[in-house]
């Protein structure tokens, strides 16, 4: 795999072989090679959406959601942020939005992302590593179902995956080993998308492995400029024969956007506000084919939500 300085090819490639053992086992990788001819037909559609999946902001956020930190959320501007974020994808992006209920007995259900994993036309519902979100998949199952997509679950009680720690290049697949996705999800996935290679990487000093990085676009990785999220990357590098481009963001949090592929709108980037991170939002003003629209998560931030971290994207075949 070969990580370029931003916008420029690399000089040099460092590839993997087939033989991993003398890779710590936290960093087993699952391989499934494929043709180039092929491959090539999966990166043409990387970032095509027609559909999303969201869930409503309950009042039990505020005071019951997990977090790592202390500060307190605006409800009232954490629902209107997350409103903010359903038109875009709605009204201006023109998806097809399923919208589900808040519930208030799961005060985390609006972080959806860790709930499923979807490629293609299969859905893999997680089992997600808090106990108190288990049940958060059950109407992410229904309503994936509804969408005519192949469910595959996720029964294995001694595995754990969130779909925050799962990052898809288009590729192949990246599972971060966080507190909560450990080896048995990342097998699980890979059992699941059986045409991908997956392979895991070690998340330290964060809540899942895209709290520092996501896509950014074809081949382009958006990268947080912490330890860990350099850490992060460095095994990345390590772990697959790939080329892809990086942009490096000054804060981790900011690394975290969401890229699509639309008709009549061309390559689009969500990605975060001046006002949350001004020299962050300088970087992605660098990416003068997109379409740029920033979106504020100024109070979701504060119990660990990111921007993907509030739906599920779905390219929804017309037979499907």
Known sequence: MCFSSDFETACACRTTTENNNNKQTINTTFRVRRGSETMAGLMSGFGCFTHAVVRAVPQSLARDALRTGGLEVDLLKAQEEHGEYVSVLKHRLGLEVLELPADEALPDCVFVEDAAVVCGDTALVSRPGAQSRRRETEAMKAALTELGLNIVEMTDESATLDGGDVLFTGREFFVGLS?????????????????????????????????????????????????????????????????????????????????????????????????????????????????????????????DGALTCCSVLINKKKNI
Not at 183 to 210: C, M, N, W
Not at 252 to 259: G, Q
Not at 279 to 303: G, R
């Open 179 to 303: 507190k909560r996705t450990n080896q048995r999800g990342a097998e699980i996935l890979a059992d699941a998308f059986k045409d991908y290679a997956v392979s895991t990487v070690p998340v330290q000093d964060t809540l899942h492995l895209k709290s520092f990085c996501s896509m950014a676009g074809p081949g382009l990785i958006a990268i947080g400029s912490s330890e860990a999220a350099q850490k992060a990357l460095k095994i990345m590098q390590q772990m697959s024969d790939h080329k892809y481009d990086k942009l490096t963001l000054p804060d981790d949090l900011a690394a975290n956007c969401i890229y699509m592929n639309l008709p009549a709108k061309g390559d689009v980037l969500l990605h975060c506000t001046p006002e949350e991170f001004p020299e962050s939002a300088k970087v992605f003003e660098k990416l003068k084919d997109h379409m740029l629209i920033p979106v504020s998560n100024q109070e979701k931030v504060k119990v």
